[in-house]
């Protein structure tokens, strides 16, 4: 049988996948036989760079690591540096880093949805979601200034504040957002096509997902019940109530009701952290020079778990700053999702991990 | 001389060619609108499906090394004249041009060629996208066309002749076809969607899955022409099932014929942008399953009840 094999080349420029990785796929008939993966098409050279800017300068290097959790690697860094400072933020300035990081998380869940959504031929919810995900953006803008890139933090804190009409203002957005949210949960339980389009593909069952140490809605789709907010709080999650969704199904469907899902629970984190503002000054003077030592920092990002190792020497510059991304364990799954899979569905599992080369290769 | 001017106009103006030309882009252009507004888009303004199509004709014409020239090129040219000649056959009030006893034969032949022809040129223009969208091209084919050839034979049936202009004037005496036959007018509109490859079928030509399907490495007139191709035979599809199932041009208002075969038509159009839009693409296997499990039985059912009543 191996005259019908195929090699499938794909990425990494594709129309399939919007992020730059390549798979070779063998093919037989409609079947994933083999799949070999290349990466390192985006390597910029982040960590490296960052050895050789201040501590103030990386905030905003590390910032760029990724365009849609953006906010979360600067404030996984921040805390790196801070916990190495031994500097005390004020709560006010950490909460509006946790607000900022949670509408980041419906923003990077809602957008996932509707790239699914357009990889099923699902047009009407991809721009049903880009649309509602323009009110995050919004919000985020109106807090801000940026729509991606916040530039919010900084070692010690943050360099942004609410008032009281924003908080009213952002209030009433998310009481708008609410229903559309509500929506799409809706749509990932009772949608038939959509359904039939993502159960049963890319399994990846509850074993397999922990040895390959899946993080965040991956392994939580898979019946692991990890959550770096809840399981080692950081910041002021330990303040906060939410719930950790899981699904046992271990495919697409799974991975998508967990996302769904979670908006929900972001939504109602983003009014708690609202309601509970505390009056204060949102940041601490921060010394520039760090004293020797070392430290790893972690924190949920909307992918999962994301770790930040800094090392410093005593001096104005880090000597180490090591990322590991929620990408890298959804990747090593990959393989293993794609055996066996119709050729239909090759995008649909790529898309289902929701992919981030650009965090990944850094 | 008069014979042959007349000759010409039939077959390159109305309903020939032109009228067919204007009937694409505009039910393409509602097609898209209608779709954009339901996702809560704007869409395109009127004149967009023909500025598109003159933008792909002006562009470069590039095929692959490998392809074969001649078939890639002579196989648009095939499939929009079989379109072109179904289009004669089609009464759009009054009489077909070519109309004969047993035209409901042939437009459905000449129907099935176009499929036949994409998914030779997907082997033939030497890509594995284009590969594998021939491959489902044929599948979806031998999955949709079964129930839709028995659901159209009802109306005949029923009618007792196979000229579609004996069986709308059957309607005009007793009663709309769709009326008679429900289930078998829905089972033609999900055979029309698979036929013209339309979400939520589009599954040769899934372009998250497999780029454009076939019509990957087309590019410039060739892929124009293909385009043009399917838009019209969206269009003389929507005419068929106007004809067999909603009575052709008789409203019963008191409208004149034209108006009510465009209003008709536009019915069936929407239905389509409206399911376009509705649903997420099937898998092929999923395709092939629905396609002998559900509308095949049914298909066979309808018939079986059409013969009943015709017994009757």
Redesign the interface.
């Known amino acids: 049988m191996s005259n019908d094999r195929i090699t499938i080349p794909i990425g990494p420029q594709h129309p399939a996948l919007k992020e730059p990785l390549s798979f070779m796929l063998t093919v037989e008939g409609e079947q994933v036989v083999d799949s070999a993966l290349r990466l390192g098409y985006v390597h910029r050279g982040l960590e490296r760079i960052c050895q050789r800017r201040s501590y103030v300068q990386n905030v905003h290097v590390v910032e760029r690591v990724c365009g849609i959790c953006s906010h979360v690697h600067s404030s996984t860094y921040c805390q790196a540096v801070e916990t190495l400072l031994e500097l005390e933020v004020p709560p006010r300035g950490l909460y509006l880093r946790a607000l900022l990081c949670e509408l980041e998380r419906i923003h990077s869940h809602v957008l996932w949805l509707g790239v699914l959504a357009e990889i099923l031929g699902f047009t009407t919810i991809f721009m049903y979601t880009w649309q509602d995900r323009e009110i995050v953006l919004d919000i985020m803008e109106e807090l801000s200034g940026g729509r991606v890139a916040h530039a919010a933090n900084i070692v010690g804190g943050v360099s942004i504040d609410v008032d009281e009409d924003q908080i009213e203002d952002i209030q009433e957005r998310l009481d708008n957002l609410e229903p559309q949210l509500a929506r799409f949960v809706d749509l990932v339980h009772n949608e038939r096509s959509f359904q039939a389009r993502t159960r049963g593909v890319g399994l990846l069952p509850t074993g397999v997902a922990r040895g390959h140490c899946a993080v965040g809605p991956t392994a939580r789709g898979s019946g692991i019940d990890v959550d770096v907010r809840r399981d080692t709080p950081y910041g002021i999650y330990d303040q906060l109530s939410f719930s950790v969704i899981t699904v046992d199904d271990g495919d697409v469907w799974a991975r998508a009701a967990v996302r769904a899902e979670e908006t929900m629970e972001s939504l109602d984190l983003c009014r708690q952290l609202l309601k509970g503002m505390p009056k204060g000054s949102i940041k601490t003077r921060a010394p520039r020079r760090v004293a020797a030592g070392e430290v790893v920092s972690r924190s949920e990002a909307p992918r999962g778990e994301v770790v930040y190792y800094v090392r410093s020497d005593g001096s104005e510059q880090p000597a180490r700053v090591k990322i590991r991304t929620p990408t890298l364990p959804a990747l090593s799954t990959l393989p293993i999702q794609l055996q066996g899979v119709n050729t239909a569905d090759i995008p649909v599992v790529l898309a289902g991990v929701d992919l981030c080369i650009a965090c990944a290769d850094r | 001389m008069r014979a042959f001017l007349s000759v010409l106009f039939t077959l390159l103006i109305f309903p020939g060619f032109l009228f067919l030309f204007v009937c694409a882009l505009t039910f393409q252009w509602i097609d898209r609108k209608v779709a954009a507004r339901?996702?809560?888009?704007i869409g395109p303004p009127w004149f967009q499906p023909l500025a598109d199509f003159i933008k792909l004709m002006a562009k470069e014409d590039i095929l692959p090394t490998g392809a074969h020239k001649t078939a890639c090129a002579l196989l648009p040219m095939l499939s929009l004249a079989s379109v072109l000649t179904a289009s004669l056959y089609i009464p759009l009030g009054g009489k077909g041009v070519n109309a004969f006893e047993g035209d409901l034969i042939v437009v459905l032949f000449l129907l099935s060629l176009p499929a036949l022809t994409y998914f030779l040129a997907g082997w033939l223009s030497a890509s594995?996208?284009s590969?594998?969208g021939g491959n489902r091209a044929l599948l979806q084919y031998f999955s949709y066309e079964v129930p839709f050839l028995m659901v159209l034979t009802g109306p005949a049936v029923l009618s007792g002749s196979w000229s579609i202009t004996e069986i709308v004037a059957w309607q005009s005496r007793a009663m709309w076809m769709v009326l008679v036959q429900p289930l078998g007018f829905i089972l033609a509109i999900i055979g029309l969607i698979g036929k013209l490859k339309r979400?939520?079928l589009?599954?040769p030509k899934?372009?998250?899955?497999?780029?454009a399907g076939p019509l990957t490495e087309f590019s410039g007139r060739k892929l124009a022409l293909w385009y043009l191709m399917l838009y019209m035979k969206t269009v003389v599809g929507i005419f068929l099932l106007v004809n067999l199932f909603l009575g052709g041009s008789g409203l019963g208002l008191g409208l004149p014929g034209a108006v009510g075969f465009a209003l008709k038509s536009l019915f069936i159009l929407l239905i389509l942008s409206v399911v376009s839009?509705?649903?997420?693409?099937?898998?092929?296997?999923?395709l092939a399953n629905f396609g002998w499990r559900v509308l095949a039985p049914l298909a066979l059912a309808q018939m079986l009840m059409v013969v009943w009543i015709g017994v009757i």
Do not use: C, F, H, T
């Not at chain 2, 339901?38 to 888009?41: K, T």
């Not at chain 2, 899934?206 to 780029?211: L, P, T, V």
């Not at chain 2, 839009?277 to 999923?286: E, F, K, P, S």
């Open positions: 339901l996702q809560g888009r594995v996208y590969i594998i979400n939520p589009d599954i899934a372009k998250s899955e497999i780029g839009v509705l649903y997420a693409r099937l898998r092929i296997d999923q």
